[in-house]
């Protein structure tokens, strides 16, 4: 598969969306990013972002498959699947993944007393795919494989491979030192490193499952990573702040400060 993967951003927000005009250079919807490659899309998280992405496919005819990979059940993950406007199209088939009880969880929280369409009340075809991490599969011409998140609760980080490129989706985890060697292991080599920089360093909290932009780059370097991508930033924090981490990190040429709306190609 030799085709041009282009990556959209549509939710760089951890914990909760922040609909505020001092987020709205980066963005306040939840975590959420589309990768398209042919006419296929791939989507890495479900938050609030999910909802912009899903307008931008109501007119598309040449989509007719979905696969949405969850990295765990926390609902900034999953908030924008709610009203997904996809699900309200019969030529729709969407593909759920996700770690263990993901048809029993989210059935039970898209409907009833949370929401008052379920999932059989959607036209689309609906399927759920239970994953456990070290798993591995693939998905059209692209090999999913899969790596613990250091996060409370747990998480599934995810590697995608196909036609030469890698790219590595590893939010929520917090990058300590026995999971550092490992991390760098699995995104060896990759083109694009999407990490989760939710906390300045001052601000970080040991044991939250989260992590900062400096250990990004650390990872980015140890795993000789072509780009590292920094997004799920803190809910709280405005475009100043953010702006700020940015500007220190601006001398590293591998790294980048997710937006809202960001298009980028591998």
């Known amino acids: 598969m030799d085709e041009i993967w282009k990556i959209t951003v549509w939710g760089v927000r951890g914990s909760l969306p922040r609909p505020s005009p001092v987020c709205m250079e980066y963005g306040g919807n939840t975590v959420c990013t589309g990768v398209e490659y042919g006419d296929h899309v ?17 007119s598309r005819t040449d989509v007719k498959r979905l696969d949405i990979l969850l990295s765990h059940f926390h609902i900034d993950h999953v908030l924008g699947l709610y009203a997904f406007p996809p ?22 929280l898209m409907g009833p007393p949370f929401w008052p369409l379920g999932i059989h009340d959607f036209p689309a075809r609906v399927e759920f795919h239970e994953i456990q991490p070290k798993d591995s599969f693939c998905l059209d011409g692209l090999t999913v494989c899969t ?11 995810y590697r995608l491979d196909g036609g030469g490129k890698r790219l590595t989706y590893a939010v929520d985890c917090e990058a300590g030192q026995t999971v550092f060697s490992s991390l760098a292991e699995f995104a060896h080599r990759s083109d694009l490193l999407i990490w989760d920089a939710s906390f300045t360093s001052s601000d970080l909290r040991p044991g939250w499952g989260h992590s900062t932009w400096e250990q990004g780059l650390e990872l980015g370097y140890a795993a000789q990573a ?41």
């Not at 609030?48 to 899903?54: D, F, Q, V």
């Not at 790596?147 to 980080?157: D, R, T, Y």
């Open 42 to 58: 791939l989507i890495l998280d479900a938050g609030t972002g999910l909802l912009s992405l899903g307008q931008a496919l109501a």
């Open 87 to 108: 699900f309200f199209s019969l030529d729709k088939e969407i593909h759920l993944y996700g770690g263990t009880g993901v048809t029993r969880y989210l059935k039970t």
């Open 147 to 157: 790596m613990e998140g250091n996060h409370p609760g747990g998480s599934i980080l």
């Open 226 to 266: 072509g780009q590292v991508l920094m997004t799920h930033y803190s809910w709280d924090y405005c475009d100043e702040l953010i702006h700020c981490q940015e500007m220190q990190a601006g001398r590293e040429d591998i790294c980048r400060f997710a937006k809202e709306g960001m298009v980028m190609t591998l």
